[in-house]
T-cell receptor, first 115, second 112 residues
Framework: GAGVSQSPSNKVTEKGKDVELRCDPI?????LYWYRQSLGQGLEFLIY????????KSGLPSDRFSAERTGGSVSTLTIQRTQQEDSAVYLC?????????????FGSGTQLSVL | QKEVEQNSGPLSVPEGAIASLNCTYS??????FFWYRQYSGKSPELIMF????GDKEDGRFTAQLNKASQYVSLLIRDSQPSDSATYLC????????????FGSGTRLSIRP
């Protein structure tokens, strides 16, 4: 596709259930980011994939959160045993890494609601 | 201490005036800086990037960087109602291939 695609666009789940969020980056983009945005807040960094390097997982808030990127393309963010505080918009972004000007292209996000 | 800090606002500016948005960062290793605009309910979009000390101008937008003071700013001249949005400052450590950290954003409102 022409842009970053995220699915589902909305997810309502019950507390304690596991959820999987999917991100399909722009073809050829080597970098992929996951961010979380709570209502009225900024973007909280979660995880960063760059090519074949080990991912930077420093932003994952707990061991309930994990992410993988298969074949250097599609990424899945998994949240286990969801809690109400996990409710937020989860944004994925990809970029073609260039020196000094790494423009992020964002998907439309997944609105996660944990009841 | 947050890595990138911004005043949350809201910042209210009359139409036609200059809007000034400020950002500070804590990691002296940060080398590239970005301003993203986010309309309500939409995803962020890049409007400016800067990596050298001084000013960088693009149309009505000017980004300013002062590495000694660890300070980044965005000026919007001739503010328009369509500029009403949340502006997110971001910093990247190193020139590339490292994570980009965002501030909490400043909500800007342009009043007619």
């Amino acid at each position: 596709g022409a842009g970053v695609s995220q699915s589902p666009s909305n997810k309502v789940t019950e507390k304690g259930k596991d959820v999987e969020l999917r991100c399909d980056p722009i073809s050829g983009h080597t970098a992929l980011y996951w961010y979380r945005q709570s209502l009225g807040q900024g973007l909280e960094f979660l995880i960063y994939f760059q090519g074949n390097s080990a991912p930077d997982k420093s932003g994952l808030p707990s061991d309930r959160f994990s992410a993988e990127r298969t074949g250097g393309s599609v990424s899945t963010l998994t949240i286990q045993r969801t809690q109400q505080e996990d409710s937020a918009v989860y944004l994925c972004a990809s970029s073609l890494v260039q020196s000094t000007n790494e423009k992020l292209f964002f998907g439309s996000g997944t609105q996660l609601s944990v009841l | 201490q947050k890595e990138v800090e911004q005043n949350s606002g809201p910042l209210s500016v009359p139409e036609g005036a200059i809007a000034s948005l400020n950002c500070t960062y804590s990691d002296r290793g940060s080398q590239s800086f970005f301003w993203y605009r986010q309309y309500s309910g939409k995803s962020p979009e890049l409007i400016m990037f800067i990596y050298s000390n001084g000013d960088k101008e693009d149309g009505r937008f000017t980004a300013q960087l002062n590495k000694a003071s660890q300070y980044v700013s965005l000026l919007i001249r001739d503010s328009q109602p369509s500029d009403s949005a949340t502006y997110l400052c971001a910093a990247q450590k190193g020139s590339s291939a490292s994570k980009i950290i965002f501030g909490s954003g400043t909500r800007l409102s342009i009043r007619p």
